[in-house]
C-alpha cells in the first residue's frame, strides 16, 4: 500500500514537472518573438553582435553614433592589420559606455580603447528605448544588472529587463514574418560593430545641420530640422535633449564614469585614447572643448579633436556624409580610419596581424561580408535612388 502511495506521489511529482518545464519554455519562446528584432531600426541588435567574435582585439572603441558610423575596423584590419570592435549604441550615454567596457574586460584586454566624448554632453538617462536597444542585447552578468540600474529612467522596472515579456507582451498583436524569420538569431548588421552606409547626402543639399558654427559662416535663416534621429516607437518631444548653451559644465554623472572609464583603463594596463568625430550637429562648444582639454591635461591622456583635423584626413562635407553632415558615410569614414590606423600602429605599437593565420581566416569571412554589404547598397541606389534594406 506504502508503495502504491509511493509511486503515486513520483508520477505526481514528474507530472508537475513536466508541466512547469512545459510551460517555462513556451514563455520563453513568447518571450523571444515578441521581443523586438529591430528590422527597421538596426541600432537594436549592435550589442549583441559582439558576442559573435572568436578572436580578441587589440583595440575597443566605444560610444554613439558617433563612433560606430564614422570608424571602420575592417578598413583598420585591410590597411594595418590591427583588429579593432566598436561597442556603440545609439544615443550610448557615459555609463552604458563604461559597462560595454567592463563587459567586454571580461572577455578580452586590448591593448587600446578610444572614447568619443560627444556623451559626456548628456547629464543624465533620459530615453526608455534607448536604454533598450543598448542593453537588451547584453548577456547577463554584474556589469548589465549595473547597466539597468544607472540607465533606468522613470517607470523602467528591473523586473521588466530579466523578463522581457513583460515589457513587450502587446507585441503579439503586431508580429510580421520578420519576427519568425529572426526568432532563433537577428539579421547581422555591422561589421566589427560598424554601421556603414555608401550613399551621400552633402550639406549642401540637406538642412539637416549647420555647419555655420564649425566654419564661421553666418547662421542660416531658415529653421534647422532637428538632427536627432527618431526612433520607430518613440515618443517625439522625448528624443530631443535639453538645448545646450555655450559655457554649461558637464555633469556630474557623465564625468564619474569618465573617470570610472580612465580608472578601468588604468588597472588594465590599458592606454585610453580620447576622440570627438567631426559631426555637425549636435554643436560642440569651446566649453565643451575646454573640459574636455583640461581632462586630458590632467590625467596625461592623448585626445584627437577630428575638427582641427579635417585637411588633414580630407573630409569633406559634400562627398564624405550620407545624412548632410551628422555622420560619415563609407567613404569618411574610411578616412577618419586612416588618421587612426596610422597613429595607432606608429605612436602605439598596434600590432599588424595580417601575417597571423587564425586571424587571416576569421577576416577573410569577415571582408566577404563587407563586400556584399557594399554591392547590396550600391545596387539599392541603382534601382530605389535609397538605401532600404541595411
Excluded at 555608401?198 to 543639399?205: G, I, K, Q, R
Aim: proline share 4%; charged share 30%.
Amino acid at each position: 500500500m506504502r508503495l502504491q502511495k509511493s509511486g503515486k506521489a513520483v508520477k505526481k511529482a514528474a507530472v508537475g514537472l513536466l508541466s512547469a518545464g512545459f510551460f517555462i519554455l513556451v514563455a520563453a519562446g513568447l518571450q523571444r518573438l515578441v521581443q523586438p528584432k529591430y528590422i527597421d531600426v538596426p541600432e537594436g541588435n549592435f550589442t549583441a553582435e559582439y558576442y559573435d567574435e572568436t578572436l580578441p582585439h587589440d583595440v575597443l572603441m566605444i560610444g554613439d553614433c558617433e563612433v560606430y558610423e564614422n570608424i571602420d575596423p575592417i578598413y583598420l584590419w585591410r590597411r594595418y592589420g590591427i583588429t579593432g570592435y566598436i561597442r556603440g549604441n545609439a544615443e550610448q550615454l557615459a555609463w552604458h559606455s563604461y559597462y560595454m567596457l567592463e563587459d567586454a574586460l571580461r572577455y578580452e584586454t586590448p591593448k587600446a580603447v578610444i572614447y568619443n566624448v560627444q556623451a559626456l554632453t548628456c547629464k543624465e538617462p533620459h530615453k526608455e528605448e534607448y536604454n533598450r536597444m543598448a542593453l537588451d542585447g547584453m548577456r547577463w552578468s554584474e556589469s548589465k544588472i549595473h547597466a539597468i540600474q544607472a540607465s533606468r529612467c522613470g517607470g523602467e522596472h528591473m523586473m521588466e529587463y530579466i523578463f522581457p515579456l513583460l515589457r513587450y507582451h502587446s507585441r503579439i498583436l503586431d508580429l510580421s514574418t520578420d519576427d519568425l524569420r529572426y526568432f532563433r538569431k537577428r539579421k547581422k548588421v555591422t561589421h566589427n560593430g560598424y554601421y556603414m552606409r555608401v550613399d551621400v547626402l552633402p550639406v549642401s543639399e540637406s538642412d539637416v545641420a549647420d555647419p555655420s558654427w564649425l566654419f564661421g559662416e553666418e547662421e542660416k535663416e531658415e529653421e534647422i530640422e532637428d538632427p536627432w534621429a527618431e526612433i520607430e516607437g518613440a515618443d517625439e518631444e522625448a528624443d530631443v535633449p535639453e538645448e545646450r548653451e555655450q559655457g554649461e559644465p558637464f555633469g556630474v554623472l557623465p564625468m564619474e564614469y569618465m573617470e570610472r572609464i580612465r580608472k578601468l583603463c588604468e588597472v588594465h594596463d590599458i592606454q585610453l585614447i580620447l576622440m570627438k568625430a567631426p559631426s555637425l550637429a549636435p554643436i560642440w562648444y569651446d566649453s565643451d572643448e575646454n573640459q574636455v582639454q583640461e581632462y586630458a591635461r590632467e590625467h596625461r591622456l592623448p585626445y584627437i579633436n577630428f575638427y582641427e583635423h579635417l585637411e588633414e584626413t580630407g573630409i569633406d562635407y559634400e562627398t564624405d556624409t550620407y545624412d548632410g553632415g551628422l555622420h560619415m558615410n563609407r567613404s569618411g569614414a574610411d578616412k577618419l580610419s586612416e588618421y587612426l590606423g596610422n597613429m595607432l600602429s606608429k605612436q602605439y605599437g598596434i600590432p599588424d596581424r595580417r601575417g597571423e593565420g587564425e586571424y587571416q581566416d576569421v577576416y577573410r569571412e569577415k571582408e566577404r561580408f563587407y563586400e556584399e554589404m557594399i554591392q547590396g547598397q550600391k545596387e539599392e541606389l541603382q534601382k530605389y535612388g535609397e538605401i532600404r534594406s541595411y
